[in-house]
């Protein structure tokens, strides 16, 4: 094998570590129906509430949820993909919303909690409108969270912020979440650092 193909191999590994620890946020936000009754929102069912709506979808991929403004009178969505390493562990999320419509969070798919009251965090992590949700035993079989929530009037700025068992609050983004997992690859990228090291070493002689 000659220095070219190693350092390609060398190469792809890498590559392989970094997609492994990537996470992906999907914001998503649409008009609400002001024809229907309550704006087409139901509170017990957030995720069909959502996809009842008939408005557009204004999609945007996001690296970090801090501070984020949905608009007036809107439905909301956010994806958070878990498809990182991670052990099995219990995962918090906090969340400081404008939401007026109240908020619901899925595990993939299934609902896990709900709050139908008027929510305004006041950019305050202490005030009771802040939604605290726990998952619980988190397997690697589970994949995505989908955050739902509805405003009417106003435009407050939202944030949301996490931790789980081996890490500390910190603000919902893509390297918080890589740095709160378990970086099993890890391993395979110093293999890989170590070899294309070693080889560039030889070859230089």
Request: net charge negative.
């Amino acid at each position: 094998m000659n220095f070219k193909n190693i350092k390609l191999m060398c190469a792809s590994l890498l590559l392989i570590c970094g997609n492994a620890s990537a996470t992906l946020m999907t914001f998503e936000t649409r008009d609400l129906d002001h024809d229907a009754a309550n704006h087409g929102i139901d509170k017990l069912d957030y995720a069909g509430s959502w996809l009842a709506q008939a408005s557009d979808i204004n999609s945007v991929e996001l690296s970090d949820f801090t501070m984020i403004k949905s608009g007036k009178d809107r439905i909301s969505h956010l994806q958070i993909d878990l498809s990182i390493d991670r052990g099995l562990s219990n995962w918090f999320f906090e969340l400081g919303l404008d939401a007026g419509f109240g908020a619901a969070v899925y595990l993939d798919g299934n609902l896990v909690d709900n709050r139908t009251d008027d929510l305004w965090w006041g950019y305050n992590w202490n005030n009771s409108d802040v939604f605290s949700v726990a998952l619980n035993g988190l397997t690697r079989d589970n994949k995505v969270v989908d955050i739902y929530w509805g405003e009417h009037c106003c435009n407050g700025a939202s944030s949301i912020r996490f931790k789980n068992d081996f890490s500390q609050w910190g603000n919902l983004s893509a390297s918080n979440l890589a740095d709160a997992s378990i970086p099993e690859p890890t391993s395979i990228a110093l293999i890989a650092m170590g070899l294309l090291g070693l080889v560039s070493r030889r070859f230089s002689k």
